[in-house]
């Protein structure tokens, strides 16, 4: 048993000791879960419904509509588009809003770290870099603010696309004009008697999809470089084992950086580490959970306490004075776990209030004084914890972040050659196989975070460089995949002769699930590098988010698979009792745009699939195939 699943598996123990069960508990007390629903043959988005369809093909075929199976799980996964695109959209517009504050003086709390990051964003929006860095953040936050609006003009990052990925999207008429039109144009096709034609729903979605991936997510990362500053590859701890003690522990989870970095700074406050100090503690704590722990892992280095899956464990070691939620990922089920303990929930986004939970709203407007005020709330709690209820992990690990589109690949040939050309010239002698992107959930359907780890492992041995995002880096960070000297242990030997001459890990953590939009610029520019084809339907590179869960990853998936790439789900999207879709999803759309999904829950078996897209894609371009036969590796 994994470190991991057994530290898990203790927690849970105490947890059951209060009488409360965990999510995976719940999960169990969901099977089995409705197979209508796993199929997407059920419809409930009118009142003639709902109605399902009968997969056995005896009793009914159409809803009362007279919508079909490949209709109504068209129009069900579209919905699920819409509502990720949507997630990490309006993430996006609130950053951007921020650095619109910072320019403005609205906000005191924020300012501009990365004039540099703003300069260039400020010429590819055609203003004159040379003005002052607030007027420069204001003119380029308004520009990023019309991007949502736009009604009849391209999204502007989609410019940053290969050309013959835009070429493909004119084509099937699926270019995003504006990031919230698509968003709403799909959920109006999804309505009863719009649009019935499965295919035609599906590029809805995949227009969707694409103002996610090439505009919201893309506007989160590049306004949060500008604001918190463009990540550099920093080294930093992983695991329920970064909780403290001897501290005031305060856990930071959700998604939006604008509160956790700001806790980050308020944490730091002489006046409260004092008032700790008073409250018999040796200092201020902070762990992250979920995406927000990346961001602040990658500008400021703050430790991850664990992914998805380790929320309510954290509570359960008896130890967190203070959980502090925004949005997205976080479960309702909080509340019972903290009811047990003396942990401290506290909400703090207008959009995500939890029944049972604490509510202190936050504003950029006063964001270090409100801050302050959950940083004490904490403080406040520390003496409330009861010691002989407290069991904190060992387990911690080193990780290095910081890994971004513009810094990572241009360290493969050193300070001085900063180019995407060593990146392209050790796929093109076989030295890398490829490139994988895993990224994506934890979910207890899976083996919670390992399926990413074995995936992960496999392909490090075949010479394919990993790059990695969201819960799934934390999930290979905690076993350690994420230090340079993992190339040691696990890469292949062409992988492994790059990492340590670059001095880089064989894992690359990118960042959050914002950030995937990194992995399409680093696509891109591996284009334009040259000698790769022209386009990212041609380059030997796959994804996967095995362990999906979430809305959002069925939007990040859908962005790949339209921009090109093939993508792993290990759980199938809940298409497959419909024969066409199911055949449009996994196979037809490669011929239309390069990209599919694949259904494959073993992870070996995933990885394989992912190696023998790379070697098929290696042989179309007429490169070597790679250079050193996989590495074996004995089971640790
Ligand atoms: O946005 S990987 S469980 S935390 S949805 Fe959620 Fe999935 Fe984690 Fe980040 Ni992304």
């Known amino acids: 048993m994994a470190q991991d699943?057994?530290?898990?598996?203790?927690?849970?123990?105490?947890?059951?000791?209060?009488g409360v069960d965990m999510i995976w508990e719940r999960y169990e007390g969901q099977t089995p879960q409705c197979g209508f629903g796993q199929l997407g043959l059920c419809c409930k988005n009118c009142n003639l419904g709902p109605c399902r369809i009968d997969p056995f093909g005896e009793g009914a075929q159409v809803g009362v509509c007279g919508a079909d199976a490949d209709t109504i799980s068209a129009r069900n996964l579209a919905r699920h588009v819409c509502a990720g695109s949507a997630c990490h959209?309006?993430?996006?517009?609130?950053?951007?809003?921020?650095?619109?504050?910072a320019g403005t003086g609205a906000a005191p709390s924020y300012e501009v770290r990365s004039p540099h990051k703003l300069r260039i964003l400020a010429e590819e929006y055609g203003i004159d870099p040379g003005k002052e860095i607030k007027e420069l953040a204001r003119l380029v936050a308004q520009k990023m603010l019309d991007e949502f609006g736009k009604q009849f003009e391209d999204i502007s990052f989609i410019?940053?696309?290969?050309?013959?990925?835009?070429?493909?999207?004119?084509?099937?008429?699926?270019?995003?004009?504006?990031?919230?039109?698509?968003?709403?144009?799909?959920?109006?096709?999804?309505?009863?008697g719009v649009d019935n034609d499965y295919k035609n729903i599906i590029f809805g979605a995949m227009k969707a999809a694409l103002a996610d991936g090439w505009g919201g997510s893309m506007i989160a990362t590049e306004a949060t470089d500008i604001l918190f500053g463009s990540p550099k590859a920093i080294r930093a701890t992983v695991n329920l084992g970064v909780l403290k003690e001897d501290e005031v522990?305060?856990?930071?989870?959700?998604?939006?950086?604008?509160?956790?970095?700001?806790?980050?700074?308020?944490?730091?406050?002489?006046?409260?580490?004092?008032?700790?100090?008073?409250k018999g503690a040796k200092g201020i704590a902070l762990g992250g959970i979920c995406c927000t722990a990346n961001e602040i892992l990658m500008r400021r280095g703050i430790p991850v306490a664990g992914n998805f899956l380790q929320q309510e464990l954290a509570i359960a070691t008896g130890?967190?004075?203070?959980?502090?939620?925004?949005?997205?990922?976080?479960?309702?089920?909080?509340?019972?776990?903290?009811?047990?303990?003396?942990?401290?929930?506290?909400?703090?986004?207008?959009?995500?209030k939890f029944p049972g939970m604490r509510h202190i709203e936050f504003r950029e407007e006063e964001a270090l004084d409100i801050a302050k005020e959950i940083v004490k709330v904490a403080i406040d709690n520390y003496p409330n914890r009861d010691r002989s209820r407290v069991n904190i992990p060992k387990e911690s690990m080193d990780l290095v972040a910081g890994f971004t589109a513009e810094n990572v690949f241009s360290y493969l040939g050193g300070k001085y050659r900063a180019t995407y050309r060593p990146l392209n010239d050790a796929i093109i002698s076989g030295r890398l196989r490829g490139v994988a992107g895993i990224v994506g959930c934890d979910n207890p359907k899976m083996e919670s975070g390992m399926a990413h780890i074995k995936l992960v492992k496999e392909l490090l041995r075949h010479d394919v460089l990993v790059v990695q995002t969201g819960c799934a880096a934390i999930a290979c960070a905690k076993e350690g995949l994420l230090v340079p000297e993992a190339a040691n242990k696990y890469a292949g030997m062409g992988l492994r002769e790059i990492c340590e001459t670059v001095g880089i890990p064989p894992v690359l953590h990118l960042g959050s699930c914002v950030d995937n939009s990194r992995i399409l610029i680093a696509c891109s520019?591996?284009?334009k590098e040259g000698g790769l084809g022209a386009g990212i339907d041609e380059l030997p590179v796959a994804g996967a988010a095995i362990e999906w869960m979430s809305e959002k990853a069925v939007a990040i998936g859908l962005y790949f698979v339209a921009s090109g790439v093939p993508v792993v789900f290990g759980t199938p999207l809940p298409v497959t009792g419909a024969p066409n879709t199911t055949r449009f999803l996994t196979s037809e759309l490669e011929g239309i745009c390069g990209g599919r999904w694949i259904f494959e829950p073993d992870p070996i078996k995933s990885a394989h699939i992912m190696i023998r897209h790379m070697d098929k894609k290696r042989n179309a371009l007429g490169i070597k195939p790679a250079m050193y036969k996989a590495r074996t590796i004995e089971a640790d």
């Open 5 to 18: 699943t057994k530290q898990a598996q203790s927690l849970r123990d105490i947890a059951k000791a209060s």
């Open 89 to 101: 959209s309006d993430h996006g517009r609130e950053i951007a809003h921020t650095l619109l504050f």
């Open 159 to 192: 410019k940053r696309a290969p050309k013959k990925q835009q070429d493909i999207w004119k084509k099937l008429n699926i270019t995003p004009c504006g990031i919230d039109r698509p968003i709403v144009e799909t959920m109006a096709r999804t309505n009863i």
């Open 249 to 278: 522990n305060i856990i930071i989870h959700g998604h939006v950086p604008l509160l956790s970095d700001v806790i980050v700074t308020a944490s730091q406050d002489p006046e409260l580490i004092k008032l700790a100090k008073e």
């Open 319 to 352: 130890a967190v004075d203070a959980m502090v939620v925004d949005l997205q990922c976080v479960l309702p089920a909080l509340t019972k776990i903290a009811s047990c303990f003396h942990t401290k929930l506290i909400s703090t986004h207008p959009k995500a």
């Open 525 to 527: 520019n591996m284009v």
